[in-house]
Structures are given as structure tokens and as C-alpha cells.
T-cell receptor, first 114, second 111 residues
């Protein structure tokens, strides 16, 4: 099976712009989670989508949003970018309900806000 | 939110040495996962544990699910340069949907 894919891999934006990141989960996985990773803060949970519905949400401002499509692909959007949004954004997929939860990460999108 | 206590935060060792790191929680978990992350890449799943007392190996890596269900450890034997990276533990509480992650252990190896 192909792994989790994320596009783009690298992105440079300026303050005030918005950005959309894309994630395609492993085939058959219906849950997609998003994380922000910065050197000082480690892995910070953004939100999780399951069957097109947001199921869990982390402590991030409303500028961070996401959605999931019927094919389980997910996008996250960050509006009005700030310098502090520079980070590695990771997507992960898993297939809940199997009794043996396992989560697989994509390679990440590195966002630089200037 | 809840976080796991992962230690040590960093390790500096000689090539060939064994490595041990662990994660503890105040809550019981029914799943423990261990990941390795190389710079600029996403974490890669190393070992998954689902049962208290379970001991699982993946090559030179061995991980155990603590019998109290509140801890887990990861051992790396005979370390080599490609073991360098950040290791994360992650746990799932019974009935929960969201994984909880440790802060990571940064491993540096001196040749």
C-alpha cells in the first residue's frame, strides 16, 4: 500500500497570506489527523477528521481549519499567516475500530512564513 | 491536554552502545507506539504494543508495554550512526480517540 502523502513538501508564504495543505491517507484509512511541529513545542495536535467530520480539535486559533472529503483526503487551511506559523505540518492516518490502533505519518509540509 | 513524560530528553552516546528510553503516564493506556523522526521528515512507526507486558522486537529495537499499563520503554542495542534522530512515544487511553505524544528523545551518536 502507498503511504500517507502530503503536498506540497515545502512552501514559502508571507505574513497575512493564507495557505492550504493537502493530505492523502493510506488507502482504506478513514481517520486523518493534523499536527504542527516546531523545535520548541514538539508535536502539537491540530485536529482529527473521520468520515468527513471533525472529531477532535486541539488548542489552536480559528485561523487553522480543515476538512475531509468523501475519499478521505484532507486539507488544512491557515488564514492570515503569522511568523509563528512557520513549522513542519504533519498529517497522519489510521484505521480506527480495528482493535489495534496504529497511526502512520506523512513526510510533512514545511511552511516558512516571511 | 495530557502529555506523556518521556525521558531522557537527549542522549549522547558512542557508536556501539546500547540505548534505553522510556515514557510514563498518570493514566493507563491500551496502546503504545514508538516512532523515529529524521530531520525534516515525518515520524516513522517503529513498534506498536497492545497488551500489558508485551515485549516486541524490530531488529535491534525492543519495546515493552509496562505491566501497570502506565509506561513503556524502548531499547536500541549496538547503536549505529543511522540511529541518530528523535524518538517519540505515543499512547492511547481506553475509549479515547486521540493519541498522546511524548516530547521526544533526541539521540546523538559519536562515531
Amino acid at each position: 500500500k502507498a503511504g500517507v502523502t502530503q503536498t506540497p513538501r515545502y512552501l514559502i508564504k508571507t505574513r497575512g497570506q493564507q495557505v492550504t495543505l493537502s493530505c492523502s491517507p493510506i488507502s482504506g484509512h478513514r481517520s486523518v489527523s493534523w499536527y504542527q511541529q516546531t523545535p520548541g513545542q514538539g508535536l502539537q495536535f491540530l485536529f482529527e477528521y473521520f468520515s468527513e467530520t471533525q472529531r477532535n480539535k486541539g488548542n489552536f486559533p480559528g485561523r487553522f481549519s480543515g476538512r475531509q472529503f468523501s475519499n478521505s483526503r484532507s486539507e488544512m487551511n491557515v488564514s492570515t499567516l503569522e511568523l509563528g506559523d512557520s513549522a513542519l505540518y504533519l498529517c497522519a492516518s489510521r484505521s480506527p475500530g480495528t482493535g489495534k490502533e496504529t497511526q502512520y505519518f506523512g513526510p510533512g509540509t514545511r511552511l516558512l512564513v516571511l | 491536554g495530557q502529555q506523556l513524560n518521556q525521558s531522557p530528553q537527549s542522549m549522547f552516546i558512542q557508536e556501539g552502545e546500547d540505548v534505553s528510553m522510556n515514557c510514563t503516564s498518570s493514566s493507563i493506556f491500551n496502546t503504545w507506539l514508538w516512532y523515529k523522526q529524521d530531520p525534516g521528515e515525518g515520524p516513522v512507526l517503529l513498534i506498536a504494543l497492545y497488551k500489558a507486558g508485551e515485549l516486541t522486537s524490530n531488529g535491534r529495537l525492543t519495546a515493552q508495554f509496562g505491566i501497570t499499563r502506565k509506561d513503556s520503554f524502548l531499547n536500541i542495542s549496538a547503536s549505529i550512526p543511522s540511529d541518530v534522530g528523535i524518538y517519540f512515544c505515543a499512547g492511547l487511553e481506553p475509549g479515547a480517540q486521540k493519541l498522546v505524544f511524548g516530547q521526544g528523545t533526541r539521540l546523538t551518536i559519536n562515531p
